[in-house]
């Protein structure tokens, strides 16, 4: 039963340009959003997150939009660099301590 | 500056033999976890503890134990290790589970055969 679902397992976009991935929910308990980068052969670091009371939250070039009625989270990459080229998870709770991860969307930035 | 540590990076076993995990953390966090990764999926709770002593199941406790006697270490047992326990386990903390981000370390490729 997987609560959270990145339907995209692949992102390919040119350098510079806007990345925008996509996460979806199922359980609308979950109440906290969060998006976590990996590099191969390295463990996930955060990235950035949102509550479920708001519908934005910027920082620097990474943007997290949050559509509750439609269960939907994406987060926005602009400008795209190649150092972006990394795993993206997005991962959401609803309690202190169940957190539940999408499977990842790999996300390829072009020189 | 370490963070989180996990040893060993990898290991191979055999199918009935059992291993222990460790992570270790430097950050004084109250909160640690123990995740699995397989492919096409995302990382699963396996357990979690909010404390020095203490220990919770979390989404796939199965195969598994934990044991948090030093509020820096975590420890993830196999005491009888199976072919569908193949995954490459993470381990995080965090401050609090209140909406706080975990810190993850680099994880252990763990085959069993």
């Known amino acids: 039963d997987q609560q959270v679902k990145q339907n995209s397992p692949s992102l390919s976009v040119q350098e510079g340009r806007i990345s925008i991935l996509n996460c979806d929910y199922t359980?609308?308990?979950?109440?906290?959003f969060l998006w976590y980068k990996k590099y191969p052969a390295e463990g996930p670091t955060f990235l950035i997150s949102?509550?479920?009371?708001?519908d934005k939250n910027e920082d620097g070039r990474f943007t997290v939009f949050l559509n509750k009625s439609a269960k939907h989270l994406s987060l926005h990459i602009v400008p795209s660099q190649p150092g972006d080229s990394a795993v993206y998870f997005c991962?959401?709770?609803?309690?202190?301590?169940?957190?539940?991860f999408g499977a990842g969307t790999r996300l390829t930035v072009k020189p | 500056n370490a963070g989180v540590t996990q040893t060993p990076k990898f290991r191979v076993l055999k199918t009935g033999q059992s291993m222990t995990l460790l992570c270790a953390q430097d950050?004084?966090?109250?909160?640690m976890y123990w995740y699995r990764q397989d492919p096409g999926m995302g990382l699963r709770l396996i357990h979690y503890?909010?404390?020095?002593?203490?220990?919770a199941k979390g989404e796939v406790p199965d195969g598994y134990n934990v044991s948090r006697l030093k509020k820096q270490n975590f420890l993830l047992g196999l005491e009888s290790a199976a072919p569908s326990q193949t995954s490459v386990y993470f381990c995080?903390?965090?401050?609090?589970?209140?909406?706080?981000?975990?810190?993850f370390g680099d994880g252990t490729r763990l085959s069993i055969l």
């Open positions: 949102i509550s479920s009371i708001k």
């Open positions: 503890s909010v404390g020095e002593g203490t220990t």
């Open positions: 950050m004084n966090h109250e909160y």
């Open positions: 359980n609308s308990m979950f109440d906290y």
């Open positions: 991962a959401a709770k609803y309690n202190n301590n169940d957190m539940r």
């Open positions: 995080a903390s965090s401050w609090s589970g209140n909406n706080q981000p975990q810190h």
